[in-house]
């Protein structure tokens, strides 16, 4: 923590970092007044203490907004909805309710809309997809050749790396007990529910 700064002033600096990563706005001074049960007056003086300083930059028409200097700007985690279970093998239903949420960096996650699924089985395991473990993907309808993908056939779904070949389509797993899946590349009960673009472990 800033050596600087006295442990009141850390503690408003440190609440004010927190309030933006949470709210993507800054607090007012009267928001740091309410926090620590202190006159509005003294918010005031925390503000105008820090930006003085050098901690933070203030613009004068939007209080809302504050500029740490010297630091990028606090991300909040991204939620990031778990959708159930996904087999890694055999096709099965997947169940198209949210079981809990995970809390990633931004950065782990990327763009778009991504949904997490976990897995069951081993069919994946050479592609360092485990049994326990929760994809990560990105809702898509499309995906490349030899992408790893959440399939679904007949209503049920399951992780496999694509390939088409001659007007067929290929699910091919990641564990030679696995022998491919197979379909028509026009099939209407085949479609693809995302791309696979990550993978979270808990231990």
């Known amino acids: 923590m800033a050596a600087n700064l006295t442990p009141a002033q850390q503690k408003a600096l440190a609440f004010i970092k927190n309030f933006v990563a ?33 901690y933070i930059r203030r613009r004068r028409h939007s209080p ?19 959708l159930g279970r996904v087999p890694a093998g055999p096709p099965r239903e997947a169940v198209e309710e949210v079981e809990g949420e ?4 931004p950065g782990l996650v990327g763009e778009g809309e991504i949904f997490s699924l976990r897995v069951k089985g081993d069919s994946m395991e050479e592609a360092h997809i ?7 993907v990105r809702a898509q309808a499309h995906a490349d050749n ?6 679904v056939i007949d209503g049920e779904a399951t992780v496999k790396r694509l390939h088409l070949h ?5 699910l091919e797993a ?14 209407p009960s085949f479609r693809i529910a ?4 990550g993978v979270y472990r808990k231990f």
């Open 22 to 54: 949470h709210h993507r706005f800054a607090p007012t001074a009267k928001e740091i007044a309410e926090h620590f049960g202190i006159a509005e007056k003294n918010g005031f003086y925390y503000l105008e203490l820090l930006e003085r300083k050098g």
């Open 64 to 82: 809302r907004r504050i500029e740490f200097v010297g630091e990028a700007l606090p991300r909040s985690p991204v939620r990031v909805p778990v």
């Open 102 to 105: 995970l809390f990633l960096d």
């Open 130 to 136: 485990c049994d326990g473990d929760y994809v990560l």
């Open 146 to 151: 030899g992408e790893i993908i959440v399939a």
């Open 166 to 170: 001659k007007g067929k389509i290929r």
């Open 174 to 187: 990641a564990n030679p007990a696995y022998p491919p899946i197979v379909a028509p590349a026009d099939s």
């Open 194 to 197: 995302g791309k696979v673009v």
